[in-house]
């Protein structure tokens, strides 16, 4: 549905995007994660035809960006970095327009228009200029203009961003929902709405495509992955007697809520030994906790050492 293949887009002596190999599926939520400067933004620029591949090519259900370019846009609904529109319109003007561009009309654009402002809450500022409203509102209102033609693949750029709690969940709710028969790329940098609503996770650091899998495969390269944590009075003699069991590695002690974090070398599986030493002891702890592991100490990881990219 998405596909990229030895993706690059160079900006003079800038390797912006450098051999990106991306594909997606339909049913698949790829979150896009990298830090600033890592060339998420242009990547996603590039497929959807707003910028041109310096080399390499990109795909949209089937249609090369490049050489098809207008096909590729019909199978496409992009929201990009910022939310852009046209402030001076009026939120239904501005929906209205964009579903003519889009090639709706009669009956099935008034019922595709009434079906989006509902999902999206439109309602009170419908008869509104965009450029007087909230940062959550503009966002939404860009959101609908990306799903208005019903797309099969989707660009997702920070689409909570400026958005409450419960109109975060209720977007996560929305995008869990059209990945059933969708490919969507979600890029963001709130790493729990990767655990949240992703399937499939890339890391980009440098223009380059570090790590690729899915949440649970990135977690399980965290040194937290298998770790056992507990609440208990914190001291000396339980770092030291946790420290002491054969399969540990570290023992972390949060002072300030008495969190105790207890890693495993790696492979080693530690809960037993850790309840035993524990029972034995008499030591009485609650929430006793199985790690998956971090993704956000992964992604540090991965891309801490990489120095950013200068500005084009």
Do not use: W
Request: net charge neutral.
């Amino acid at each position: 549905m998405i596909e990229t293949t030895h993706l690059g887009k160079r900006y003079g002596t800038l390797q912006a995007v450098d051999d990106l190999n991306l594909r997606v599926a339909a049913g698949q939520v790829l979150g896009l994660l990298g830090p600033n400067g890592a060339g998420k933004s242009t990547s996603m620029r590039i497929i959807a035809g707003y910028l041109l591949p310096s080399s390499g090519s990109a795909h949209v259900c089937g249609h090369d960006v490049v050489r098809d370019p207008l096909a590729a846009r019909r199978a496409l609904g992009y929201l990009p970095e910022g939310a852009p529109s046209y402030g001076e319109m009026k939120v239904r003007e501005f929906l209205l327009f964009v579903a003519r561009v889009r090639g709706k009309g009669g009956i099935a654009r008034s019922r595709r228009m009434d079906e989006i402002i509902a999902l999206l809450q439109l309602e009170p500022v419908l008869e509104r200029t965009i450029e007087t409203l909230s940062k959550g509102f503009r966002r939404r209102v860009c959101l609908a203009q990306a799903l208005l033609h019903d797309p099969p693949a989707l660009i997702l750029d920070e689409p909570t961003d400026g958005l409450d709690p419960n109109q975060q969940s209720e977007v996560h709710a929305l995008i869990r929902d059209m990945a059933r028969d969708r490919a969507i790329i979600l890029c963001t940098h709130a790493l729990n709405e990767v655990s949240t609503v992703c399937n499939r996770v890339a890391i980009l650091a440098d223009g380059r495509l570090r790590a690729q899998g899915t949440p649970a495969e990135l977690e399980a390269q965290s040194r937290y992955h298998g770790a056992v944590s507990f609440h208990a009075p914190a001291s000396a003699l339980l770092r030291e007697l946790l420290a002491r069991l054969p399969e540990v590695d570290e023992v972390e002690i949060d002072s300030a809520d008495g969190r105790v974090t207890v890693l495993p070398r790696a492979g080693a599986h530690i809960l037993g030994e850790v309840q035993r030493m524990l029972d034995a002891q008499g030591i009485k702890v609650d929430e006793l906790q199985l790690e998956r592991g971090r993704l956000d100490e992964v992604f540090r990881r991965i891309t801490g050492h990489v120095a950013p990219a200068k500005a084009a």
